[in-house]
């Protein structure tokens, strides 16, 4: 079992930044591949970014703006968010996969989550 625990949310106004992190305890974490996603309200989660070694992907619309990072020794995994705006106004979950495929976007790829943060942006 990962457990996983995000943090950093909050309210921000539109061009500001946020840093999220997701703690991750339970079992050796660098071998997981790590994941963001955002969840809208009456919308369906949706990818965001997505890590393992050095290897990241992202979604295209946070493409120049959002940037994931880990560490490893911290057990720890960021998502550093630049220039936010309005649409980006969401929960945001962390996951962890125990495997590393080409279908890293799907949902369905991961095996634990954490509990989401809520970031909000103002115009």
């Known amino acids: 079992q990962v457990q996983l625990v995000e943090s950093g949310g909050g309210l921000v106004q539109a061009g500001g930044s946020l840093r999220l992190s997701c703690a991750a305890s339970?079992?050796?974490?660098?071998?997981?591949?790590m994941g963001w996603f955002r969840q809208a309200p009456g919308k369906e989660r949706e990818f965001v970014a997505a890590?393992?070694?050095?290897?990241?992907r992202y979604a295209d619309f946070v493409k120049g703006r959002f940037t994931i990072s880990r560490d490893n020794a911290k057990n720890t995994v960021y998502l550093q968010m630049n220039n936010l705006k309005p649409e980006d106004t969401a929960v945001y979950y962390c996951?962890?996969?125990?495997?590393?495929?080409?279908?890293?976007?799907?949902?369905?790829?991961?095996?634990?989550w954490g509990q989401g943060t809520q970031v909000t942006v103002s115009s």
């Open positions: 996951a962890a996969a125990r495997t590393w495929t080409m279908e890293y976007f799907r949902r369905d790829e991961y095996d634990y």
């Open positions: 890590m393992r070694g050095g290897s990241t």
């Open positions: 339970g079992r050796t974490f660098g071998p997981y591949a």
